[in-house]
């Protein structure tokens, strides 16, 4: 069974960027499209970016397009989420998953391995 283990997350100012990375282990992804979501307290965990396997495409929440990019390294099961002009309301626990089904790919059902998230604060 896969794991995925978030990390890269931390306090920035806004403005500021990070680079969060997301990690597979004991297997690979497979031939498997990716995920970004995030989730604030009291909130629904909501998309926020995805890539396919050969990372020809990619979709991205309106909320964060032309600031953040998603990118993967198969070779390293690997799975990146840049972000640059960050805002306050960026500010959430971010967790990455291995999408299993040909669902939209906001859909959170579409996904059925996750990480334990990682967080990120951004100040004003």
């Known amino acids: 069974q896969v794991q995925l283990v978030e990390s890269g997350g931390g306090l920035v100012q806004a403005g500021g960027s990070l680079r969060l990375s997301c990690a597979a282990s004991?297997?690979?992804?497979?031939?498997?499209?990716m995920g970004w979501f995030r989730q604030t307290p009291g909130k629904e965990r909501e998309p926020v970016a995805a890539?396919?396997?050969?990372?020809?495409?990619?979709n991205y929440a309106d909320s964060v397009k032309g600031r953040f990019t998603i990118s993967r390294d198969n070779a390293k099961n690997t799975v990146y989420l840049q972000m640059n002009s960050l805002k306050p309301e960026d500010t959430a626990v971010y967790y990455c998953?291995?999408?299993?089904?040909?669902?939209?790919?906001?859909?959170?059902?579409?996904?059925?391995?996750w990480g334990q998230g990682t967080q990120v604060t951004v100040s004003s």
């Open positions: 890539i396919s396997w050969s990372a020809g495409i990619t």
């Open positions: 004991g297997r690979t992804f497979g031939r498997r499209p």
């Open positions: 998953a291995v999408r299993v089904d040909g669902r939209r790919w906001q859909e959170l059902d579409a996904y059925n391995i």
